[in-house]
């Protein structure tokens, strides 16, 4: 007799979780070893633990003197000099300098655009440069870092969850060639069920559907019974770096943090984001959840769909036909021009998404408006916020009422009296979670994707997102962010001053430790 749907989604949880707890009890145990040898070597083997205590002084230099941010390597500083037992073998097993050869990705391997292709992002450029010049320089960088400009886009802005979800699932409904889907978290729900649908029953017509998903934002959400469905179907199926496969893989660093969908190459969907119900305030967890995202037509899909089947193959998995099957055969006239970015561990420390944000914020000449659900930043995006708001642009941070993660908010809150020092106003979304990860600035440029303002969105994940230029998406971004200021509380001095000691005191020391948050 078959389990009722109730009993068997328990049982899959309880398995899920169980499958976390044995992993997380591995690993406390490898630390409790690590914690007891060091101990002995410190009573009993004197000379060994000096070793260790030079060993750690050795690496710490070394950690100093990578490029990259000096709070994330401070961090790592702070642990190896104070426990060089535990700090060093966490160093090794944490913060390789090759994450690709950890992650057992392939190499990327640049796609060669057709000349034509490449003359025309040449001529984007050369337009943009005489319609913007303010803006050439972000749109020529991106260029170089292999991000081609794209016109001929109609570029749609949709403004919460809801309306990203249903709309994706709509256009998902219509595919006739293939489905590609990159998302950090996949989770059994009312969205899971409909897109399950979908993708199994025109996989089955004969569709190309694949799919990737992170391991470590799935796992305690997608039973291993959902995926089994969409391969029966004949749904191609990659997890991204799978937690069960090592103990020492459990590190919540170098995840797949992407939002990706692409259909006929035609269209194509980023944004903040996942497939789970709460997303779409379909249930309820932290208030109401502000998400967003971005809907392209025409050329500009080709980006996403580019960069999909790039992590595709780098991940081993192999495509049906040549690339040029997959790109947009419909090239709708359109104002503006776009950009998709894309981001990873790879680039560290020349990281084009952080590049791209202090890009933003620092040609700023009147207003910077950003949504970010975290904050956890490094000296030069600190100080070019507050230099920006010191020379009279107006930025705004938008940040949630109702935080997801309580040690991350804190950290967020040990960066607000200085930036409101400087005249950076903070809003906090009285209703709930901001999850949606925005920039405006000066009602000319726009920024929508997966990328949050801390460390693991600009040095420890993969991500992505879109950048556009003189779209009229852009006059609906700034009617969303001033409809969500509306609906939040500015931050003020008083508010701060307010704050009980040990909120204070926790934030300034988690701050140090943020890249782990």
């Not at 089947?309 to 419909?330: F, I, K, S, T």
Request: aromatic residues 10%.
């Amino acid at each position: 007799m078959r389990k009722p749907k109730v009993q068997q989604r328990t049982e899959r949880r309880i398995s899920a979780a169980l499958r976390l707890v044995m992993v997380a009890v591995l690993l406390l145990a490898q630390i409790a070893l690590v914690v007891g040898l060091s101990d002995l070597l410190k009573q009993r083997m004197a000379l060994a633990y000096t070793v260790l205590q030079l060993l750690a002084g050795v690496v710490a230099m070394r950690i100093w003197a990578r490029p990259g941010a000096t709070s994330y390597k401070m961090g790592w500083i702070i642990l190896v000099l104070f426990v060089p037992v535990v700090g060093l073998i966490l160093y090794l097993l944490w913060n390789g300098d090759r994450p690709s050869k950890r992650l057992s990705l392939k190499k990327p391997v640049p796609i060669e655009e057709p000349l034509a292709q490449q003359e025309l992002a040449r001529t984007n450029l050369e337009k943009l440069r005489q319609t913007a010049p303010q803006w050439y320089p972000v749109a020529a960088y991106l260029d170089r870092k292999g991000f081609p400009l794209y016109r001929n886009t109609q570029l749609h802005y949709l403004p919460t969850g809801e309306a990203y979800l249903d709309d994706m699932l709509t256009v998902l409904d219509t595919a006739q060639r293939f489905i590609f889907i990159e998302y950090f978290i996949m989770a059994e729900g009312q969205i899971w069920d409909r897109l399950s649908e979908i993708l199994c029953r025109k996989s089955r017509q004969g569709v190309e559907v694949k799919l990737i998903f992170d391991d470590f934002g799935s796992m305690m959400r997608m039973p291993n019974e959902k995926v089994e469905e969409l391969q029966d179907a004949g749904v191609e199926v990659k997890v991204f770096n799978p937690v069960h496969h090592y103990v020492n893989r459990l590190y919540f660093n170098y995840r797949d943090h992407r939002k990706i969908t692409c259909v006929d190459g035609d269209v194509a969907y980023t944004g903040g984001a996942n497939i789970a119900d709460e997303y779409a305030n379909l249930i309820e967890r932290f208030g109401y959840w502000k998400d967003c995202g971005v809907r392209l037509e025409g050329e500009g899909a080709w980006g996403l769909t580019r960069e999909f089947l790039q992590m595709w193959e780098r991940m081993g998995g192999g495509v049906q036909h040549e690339y040029d099957y997959y790109r947009p055969l419909h090239h709708p006239a359109a104002q503006g021009f776009c950009q998709t970015v894309v981001d990873g561990p790879d680039d560290n420390p020349n990281n084009a998404a952080e590049d791209l944000f202090l890009q933003l914020i620092s040609r700023a000449r009147h207003t910077v408006y950003i949504t970010t659900p975290y904050l956890a930043i490094d000296e030069p995006m600190l100080k070019a916020l507050c230099l920006a708001a010191d020379s009279g642009v107006d930025v705004r941070l938008i940040m949630p009422g109702i935080p997801d993660h309580k040690f991350a908010y804190l950290v967020a809150e040990s960066y607000f009296s200085e930036l409101m020092e400087h005249h950076v106003k903070i809003y906090t979304f009285t209703p709930g979670l901001i999850h949606g990860k925005t920039v405006l600035a000066d009602r000319e440029v726009g920024f929508a994707g997966s990328v949050n303002m801390d460390y693991r969105s600009f040095q420890l994940h993969f991500e992505c997102g879109e950048v556009f230029y003189g779209v009229p998406a852009i006059e609906a971004l700034l009617e969303d962010m001033d409809n969500t200021m509306s609906r939040s509380a500015l931050m003020t001095p008083e508010r701060m001053a307010q704050r009980p000691v040990w909120r204070r005191v926790m934030g300034t020391v988690l701050r140090l430790f943020a890249m782990w948050m």
